[in-house]
């Protein structure tokens, strides 16, 4: 550790997956400094679909047409699950910052509206969702239309089979055909990898080959859906290409994670905050973080970056995720939140954090598991008073919630992340850096 | 009301666990006729929910000399004769601080009076050997264990005895007897799927059912006095040693660890149980276990585990002390004559060592009953190696990839490096015996979604390639998966904490937050597709390739 004084940030921003990219985004958009440790490699498990609230009750497998009246209902049912806690307005405004900056990053979105949208998923099952990509929006009409349509793989793509998906939904959509093509010049090869045909398609060479071996196959289909590897960073012309020279509507359909919309959203949601003047620390983790009561400010010590850092931050939130994201971790007695030690609300004993059926309607009830805030999203010490007054929580490590099973993952990130944003301005006051 | 069809043959085996493949292969090559039905599948029951450890008998030495003896016999036939199912990796038997003085003074020659050699070693030599060893050890002998492969003992012993003409139906429950006199003249059986009954009519009736003998027993008529003891083993995620390790006092919980090719099987429990319906392992026997074996091997209180699995002992004789570890483990050979049936036998009890010897005593009655003179010679013939039949043994698939990958066999399962030339191998053999494979049978029979990751990535990248395959059509492939997991589960659940409950949590963030495999069918409500609108499907087109 240097002898120079400390940098000094508004907030700093601790987990790098959805939540934390969100909190720094809605950070840097209201003018604060920021400070954001973690990597973020959560968000490479991430299909690209931005879900807000498709299921509720869970434990009624009750899906809705519009995330707005779940949420009316989430409310009514479960008054303390964390979205429930945010205003309507807040979470539009939320998701419409959200896709805003994606877009202006190169990661379009079709405009958001008042609905849900269902897509195809690569098993053949179908998703209920809510801000879809560009690149994925015409699979949506055609799901919702059913016409001659045709899904293309390519061998060597092992987890994506165009006839599976024909086979599973065949019987409900006769239009829906299948073919299998060699990706060019990858003929020899066993095993693609999402990523690779991605940026290969990014090569116009290799693109014009895979439109004109399309081309053929594509009969009386009105649509052609793919697996989701139609560029990286250029998804938008690729996209774009793709339709120009078939003539036809393309979508992508998400492959199984890590996969190239997860790599796409990284990249952008990273594009975004480093535009904004986030300073990022993403090989960091943080090694000790201090309270100090009279400055009014939290210190912290990173480690893994050269040396170590000591940063200084007026308030802190908390995005560190669960037991993939290493927020949480429990032993064989019980759950812990990882760094400060904080209380965790959670069941009783082992034997009841899960169901013994993988798939029961009502959940796993570690799933609920978390951190309880108070209203201003500051998690709780033992005595039930928010552990320091500018230390907020957001995101999956909260309590009261089952992203999985409500399709809510997204919707909890972003729209926590908004609230808590709102809380830390308030209370820094709208001043700038200290 | 329709006639039942009648199959017949010389000998209906009932259980197709280590002990009923064993007795098809033992009559197969004495030139007898049988059919092998079991309810479920190959080493379903005890058969594949043990450690897999062939005994040198010395675990037995104290208390039942004669299981001992037994074992220390058969351990050495079975190296002989079916060597490509046995790593032969030697044992250890280790005591530490606070075991009982007495059994360590006299463990030596307690062995050597069963004719079972244990040589003691120096601490400091074993623990360079293995250092998992605790610090704590305060004596350790050297014995003949070894590690055998039940999956493939059994699937080699039933594809040589249906080499040999002998038939298997795989789940196919019995559901009844016909009983004239002193004769079964037909069992009536259900076969896959639950369709109409079939009657098995044999000259010779072998309940070889492990747990389910007492219900199969019952159902003759015949009864049989039995206990059933329940035993949960872990799977840790790497393997802690090279050897078997057995504690070195009288059998109690969680007293020996095996390894088990890339990892190691930690175990037992036993706990009296009176239904065989719903046996799963629990977290508090996970504790158990993690808590007693590190007395012995330390690192197993911070290991990663990867599942857990419980099997039930079926243990002959009346109900007595509540852990069931006092009744023999020897095996019991029922005659039911005395019980007015002349061509039933009952063989249960016992343990995987002596498997070829129960198979042996039982196809022997058989024999004598059918006046059929021919001997046994099990002991004494090499088990063919099968070429579909191998895939159970960790390691196998990575060795076979280097050797032999191309670019039309890609890698199916990652963490266990399964291509999909053994899954297709697997596959095209049950198809040939006219079996319809599940993705659970390719599980048993290989090792898809066995590895850290427990089938998160490897069960949708068979389901696609089954598909593509053209083997899978409709819906199918959502129900297999969604089969798959739940029988996984089952396994994980009681061991998720640390890293595994991390791997828990991306499997269901995949397979509920991005798949919604739970709400595959209300989403098709929601969609507007709820029905299909005609009843069959349009037969699939052959996959395109570029002009």
Not at chain 1, 217 to 243: K, M, N, T
Not at chain 2, 18 to 28: F, M, N
Not at chain 2, 144 to 166: C, H, K, N, T
Not at chain 2, 248 to 264: E, F, H, K, Q, Y
Request: glycine share 10%; hydrophobic share 45%.
């Amino acid at each position: 550790m240097t002898d120079e004084p400390p940098d000094r940030f508004d907030v700093a921003v601790i987990g790098a997956g959805m939540a934390g990219m969100a909190a720094a985004l809605f950070a840097a958009e209201r003018g604060l400094s920021c400070i954001q440790v973690g990597n973020g490699g959560g968000i490479l498990f991430a299909s690209g679909l931005l879900d807000l609230l498709g299921v509720q009750p869970t434990a009624e497998r009750r899906l809705w047409r519009s995330p707005y009246e779940a949420l009316a209902a989430l409310a009514l049912d479960e008054p303390g699950h964390p979205l429930a806690r945010v205003e309507v307005p807040s979470i539009r405004a939320a998701f419409e910052t959200m896709v805003t900056c994606l877009g202006a990053a190169g990661l379009r979105y079709a405009p958001l509206g008042d609905s849900n949208r269902s897509v195809l998923t690569a098993i053949g099952t179908i998703k209920t969702t809510y801000g879809v990509p560009l690149s994925m929006v015409a699979g949506v009409e055609a799901l919702n239309v059913r016409p001659p349509c045709l899904l293309v793989d390519f061998r060597g793509l092992r987890e994506f089979s165009a006839r599976q998906i024909a086979a599973t939904l065949g019987d409900r959509w006769p239009g829906l055909r299948h073919r299998r093509i060699e990706f060019p010049g990858c003929e020899a090869l066993p095993e693609l990898y999402a990523a690779h045909l991605a940026r290969a398609l990014e090569i116009g060479e290799t693109r014009a080959r895979t439109i004109e071996r399309l081309k053929p196959l594509l009969e009386d289909a009105h649509a052609v859906g793919l697996p989701a590897v139609l560029g990286l960073a250029r998804v938008g012309e690729v996209h774009a290409a793709f339709e120009a020279g078939l003539g036809v509507p393309v979508f992508e359909i998400p492959t199984m994670p890590t996969s190239v919309p997860g790599l796409r959203l990284l990249a952008a949601l990273e594009s975004a905050v480093s535009a904004r003047g986030v300073i990022r620390r993403h090989q960091a983790t943080v090694r000790a973080l201090a309270f100090d009561r009279d400055e009014g400010a939290a210190t912290l010590d990173l480690e893994g970056v050269p040396g170590g850092e000591r940063v200084v931050a007026r308030a802190v939130v908390l995005a560190t995720g669960r037991f993939t994201g290493r927020g949480l971790t429990a032993d064989r007695g019980q759950v812990r939140e990882s760094l400060l030690g904080l209380p965790v609300r959670q069941p009783v004993s082992r034997e009841s954090w899960h169901q013994s059926d993988f798939l029961a309607s009502s959940g796993h009830a570690i799933n609920r598991a978390g951190l309880e805030t108070d209203g201003a999203w500051r998690p709780l010490d033992a005595s039930g008073k928010p552990v320091w007054p500018r230390l907020f929580a957001v995101g999956s490590i909260l309590a009261h919630q089952d992203w999985m099973r409500s399709k809510c993952g997204s919707g909890l990130a972003i729209a926590t992340a908004w609230a808590a944003l709102d809380q830390v301005a308030r209370q820094l006051g709208g001043n700038g850096a200290g | 009301m329709k006639f039942p069809i009648s199959i017949q043959t010389q000998v209906l085996i009932i259980g197709g666990g280590v002990t009923g493949t064993a007795l098809a292969r033992d009559l197969a090559l004495r030139g007898i006729d049988c059919v092998l039905v079991e309810k479920e599948d190959i080493n379903a029951g005890a058969s594949g929910r043990n450690h897999g450890l062939l005994h040198s008998g010395a675990r037995y030495v104290a208390g039942d000399r004669a299981a001992a003896m037994e074992c220390r016999s058969e351990g050495e036939i079975l190296k002989r004769v079916a060597a490509q199912t046995i790593q032969d990796t030697g044992g250890y038997f280790v005591a530490v601080q606070g075991d009982d003085e007495r059994y360590i003074a006299d463990f030596a020659s307690h062995c050597s009076r069963s004719g079972i050699t244990a040589r003691a070693v120096d601490i400091g030599a074993a623990r360079a050997l293995e250092p998992a060893l605790s610090e704590r050890a305060i004596a350790v002998f050297e014995v003949a264990d070894a590690s055998i492969d039940p999956f493939r003992l059994s699937l080699e012993s039933m594809a040589q005895a249906r080499s040999l003409g002998a038939r298997l139906m795989r789940r196919t429950g019995v559901v009844g007897f016909e009983r004239e006199g002193r004769l079964i003249r037909a069992v009536r059986v259900r076969p896959p799927g639950g369709g109409d009954e079939l009657r098995i009519e044999a000259a010779q009736v072998v309940n070889a059912a492990g747990a389910w003998a007492r219900e199969v027993a019952q159902l003759a008529g015949t009864p049989i006095a039995m206990t059933y003891s329940k035993g949960t083993l872990l799977v840790t995620h790497t393997r802690l040693a090279s050897r078997v390790v057995n504690r070195l006092r009288l059998p109690g919980n969680a007293d020996i660890m095996m390894p088990g090719g890339t990892v190691s099987i930690v175990g037992t429990t036993s706990t009296r149980v009176d239904a065989l319906d719903d046996v799963h392992p629990t977290a508090a026997e996970a504790d158990l276990i993690v808590e007693e074996a590190a007395r012995m091997l330390p690192a197993l209180a911070t290991m990663r585990y990867i599942r857990a699995y419980a099997g039930v002992r079926p243990l002959v004789g009346a109900p007595d002390a509540a852990d069931g570890r006092a009744v023999s483990r020897g095996f019991a050979l029922f005659d039911h004559e005395d019980q007015g049936l002349d061509n039933l036998a009952t063989i249960t009890g016992g343990k995987l060592t002596t498997c070829r010897l129960m198979a042996e005593r039982v196809a022997d009655l058989v024999c004598r009953r059918l006046g059929v003179s021919r001997p046994c010679i099990t002991a004494t013939t090499p088990l063919p190696v099968a070429p579909e039949c191998g895939w159970t043994e960790p390691g196998r698939s990575p060795r076979e990839w280097m050797r032999s990958h191309g670019p039309h066999d890609a890698l199916l399962c990652e963490c266990e490096m399964v291509p999909r030339s053994a899954v297709d191998t697997i596959y095209n053999a049950l198809r040939a015996a006219g079996d319809t494979p599940t993705l659970t049978d390719l599980g048993l029979r290989s090792r898809v979604g066995k590895g850290a990751c427990q089938g998160t990535f490897c069960a949708p990248r068979t389901v696609a390639h089954l598909y593509q395959r053209g083997d899978f059509q409709a819906r199918r492939g959502l129900a297999e998966i969604v089969d798959f997991f739940g029988e996984r589960w089952r396994g994980q659940r009681p061991v998720l904490w640390g890293e595994q409950l991390a791997q828990a949590e991306l499997m269901e963030a995949l397979h509920c937050g991005l798949f919604g495999e739970e709400l595959r069918d209300e989403e098709l409500q929601h969609a507007g597709m709820p029905d299909a609108p005609r009843a069959a499907p349009e037969p699939d087109p052959a996959d395109g390739k570029p002009s």
